[in-house]
Each structure stands twice: as structure tokens, then as C-alpha cells.
């Protein structure tokens, strides 16, 4: 998968140490229960659309996985303008889940997105639990397709969104419909707008989802002084980018404490620094988001740097750091 891409762990090959002596590359693959990925870089769900606005970028990027934009049974429009706003450190928006819908993403998204050698993780939304399974249902037997992220988390949606995701058996009850319907991996994105994001963690963990995603946007809100308004036609939104980056840790962490399933952390994540911290807490795979939208490569500058923090370390895989963190008590 992707061997040209240098950086790509699939390919533990040979490269050379600052005096030219031949040392081994470390083995950036890693796998999250059922899921192998080449490397634990991903691209976020709706930052990088279907991956087909340039699909030669991307399969050059030597990605762990994208992330698909949230599929919903029918093709929605999403909310009105304005729907970003931005702000110090980050963003605001309230997009509200626009998509083509299953049945154009299954014939005119998924094959090219599937060509590129990358694996595929579908992102799914719903207003019910049934719509959830009834989009997985028509996806399943499609080739290309990874695993599934359940989204129980957009802040965005008038019904589907927060209120799973504030209810720890809601968000079970669709991890545990959906389970019923496929045997693909299945991980949950998680909302951090809960008071304890481990319960929910626990619950999608018991409903049978083989990792948690955490996690999605922070509400926020930005008003226009002069006109009294919300800067986004919606009123609130999701706030992401570096500004989120220590309160997603944060839930990352609590997410590593309360469950045994991989978790996969995501929020404010721009350079290599920042998803080592990510991996050093616990999660198996880190999720690019917002800084795909300043710089395209940002996620190929994140699997490089991973690589030449292990070998600066003498660390022979990044398995080796994952779940290092010193917790001082
Ligand atoms: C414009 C935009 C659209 C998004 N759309 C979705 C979506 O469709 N589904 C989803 O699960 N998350 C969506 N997200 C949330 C991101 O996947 C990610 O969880 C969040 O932005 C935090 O990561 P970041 O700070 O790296 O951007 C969206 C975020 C942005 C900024």
C-alpha cells in the first residue's frame, strides 16, 4: 500500500542514521483490534471530503486511513451560510452534515476512494438509530471499505447529533443496531460535550464497538456585536483546530482509562509533536482534522515527524511509545 510514499510504515525498509550507517526504519504500522493501518495518521472525518478533490495529493500523502465525510441515508444540504467562522487558534462551524447520501457515495465516491490503496473508514450519520442501519446495511458489502465510524456526535444536526451522544444508552443503542447488520469494525465518535465521556466510552465499548474516536468539535458560539447575531446562520457550532488540542487530550485520556478498546485521538492536532502526545497518552491512531485546511500535507508532515522522533529516541516501532505516558499520582 502506497510503497512510493516514504514515510509509510508498511514498508519497514532500510534508511540511514546522520553518520550514513544503515539502520532499520521503525515500523510505523499499527493495529487497532481488527483494523491494520500502515502508519496511525489519518485524515478526519469531513475535513478531507471523499479524498477525491485530488486524488493524486492524496495517494502520494502515504496516509494510515481518511476518514470519509459522514454518509447519511438521504442526500443532505446541510445547513445555511455563513456556516465557519474563524477564530484565534481554531474555527467555528456549523456545516451540519451536508453529503450525497449513501446510495451517490456508494457509486460515485467510494470506488475512486478505494483505488487509492488507502483504507477507507466510512464515517455514518443518522437521525434514528434505523437510518444508521440501514446506510451500513447498504455499505457493507462494498468493497474498499475498512471500518465504519459511528457518528453519534455532530454538534451540528438538529436531531442525530448531541442528544446520542449525552445519553450513554443512546449512543449504545445505535453501536449495538448497527452491530447487528455488519461484521466490519465499528468505532464510535465520541462527543466531548458530555460531562463524562468515559460512561459513554464504557457503554458504545459494551454495545459491542471495536474503538472510540475522540473526539468530535466543542460547541462554541461567536456573535456579530453589531447586529446582536450569531455568526453562523445555525447559532452555535463546532469549534476545532489547535484551540481544542489540551482539552481533547484530556478526553483522550479518560477515554485510555475507561476502556480496553483502541482509541483513536482527534482535536487541534497540526503538527508531529502534537499527535505524539496523542499516542504517549494512549491512542492507537490520531485523526488530522482542521489543519488539512491550511496546508493539504499537513498529515504527510505528521507521519514524517512521528518517524524522526522514534528514530531520534532509538524506538524500533511506534508501538513502542503508544501508551507511555508517565501519570504521575
Ligand atoms: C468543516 C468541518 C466539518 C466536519 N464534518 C464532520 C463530519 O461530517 N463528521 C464528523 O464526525 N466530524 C466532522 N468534523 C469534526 C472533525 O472530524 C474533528 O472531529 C474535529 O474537527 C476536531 O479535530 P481538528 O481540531 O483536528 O479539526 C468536521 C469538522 C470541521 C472543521
Redesign the pocket.
Known amino acids: 500500500m502506497n510503497g512510493d510514499a516514504p514515510a509509510n510504515g508498511a514498508d519497514a525498509g532500510i534508511s540511514r542514521s546522520m553518520s550514513g550507517e544503515a539502520v532499520p526504519r521503525p515500523v510505523l504500522k499499527v493495529s487497532l483490534g481488527p483494523v491494520s493501518l500502515p502508519n496511525p495518521v489519518l485524515t478526519?472525518?469531513?475535513?478531507f471530503g471523499y479524498g477525491d478533490e485530488e486524488p493524486e495529493l492524496t495517494g502520494m500523502l502515504g496516509l494510515g486511513g481518511i476518514v470519509t465525510?459522514?454518509v447519511t441515508l438521504e442526500p443532505r444540504a446541510g445547513n445555511a451560510p455563513p456556516r465557519?467562522w474563524e477564530t484565534p487558534a481554531g474555527?467555528l462551524?456549523s456545516?451540519g452534515?451536508q453529503n450525497v447520501g449513501v446510495d451517490r457515495f456508494l457509486t460515485e465516491k467510494l470506488p475512486a476512494l478505494a483505488s487509492l490503496g488507502v483504507p477507507v473508514i466510512v464515517?455514518v450519520?443518522g437521525r434514528r438509530a434505523e437510518e444508521y442501519v440501514e446506510t451500513v446495511r447498504r455499505l457493507q458489502g462494498a468493497p474498499g471499505i475498512t471500518a465504519f465510524?459511528i457518528?453519534v456526535?455532530?454538534p451540528n444536526v438538529k436531531e442525530g447529533g448531541l442528544e446520542f451522544c449525552q445519553v450513554p444508552s443512546a449512543a449504545a443503542g445505535v453501536v449495538e443496531a448497527v452491530r447487528k447488520v455488519t461484521r466490519l469494525p465499528l468505532w464510535a465518535?465520541l462527543s466531548p460535550n458530555v460531562t463524562s465521556l468515559g460512561t459513554v466510552a464504557r457503554a458504545v465499548a459494551e454495545a459491542g464497538a471495536d474503538g472510540v474516536t475522540v473526539?468530535?468539535?466543542f460547541v462554541g458560539l461567536c456573535i456579530d456585536i453589531r447586529t446582536r447575531r450569531s455568526r453562523l446562520s445555525a447559532g452555535s457550532g463546532?469549534l476545532?483546530?489547535p484551540a481544542?488540542r489540551p482539552l481533547?487530550l484530556a478526553r483522550v485520556r479518560d477515554a485510555v482509562r475507561a476502556v480496553t478498546i483502541p482509541v483513536v485521538g482527534?482535536?487541534?492536532?497540526t503538527t508531529a509533536e502534537d499527535a505524539l502526545e496523542f499516542l504517549i497518552v494512549g491512542a492507537r491512531a490520531v485523526?488530522?482534522?482542521?489543519?488539512s485546511f491550511r496546508d493539504p500535507r499537513a498529515a504527510r508532515g505528521v507521519v514524517e515527524g512521528i518517524e524522526a522522533f522514534l528514530r531520534a529516541e532509538g524506538l524500533t516501532s511506534v508501538e513502542a511509545l503508544i501508551g507511555t505516558y508517565r501519570e504521575e499520582v
Open positions: 478526519a472525518s469531513g475535513t465525510k459522514t465557519i474555527m462551524n456545516i452534515l464515517s450519520g465510524e457518528n456526535s455532530c465518535k473526539a468530535n468539535t463546532g476545532s483546530g481544542i481533547a482527534c482535536g487541534g492536532i485523526q488530522i482534522g482542521t489543519a
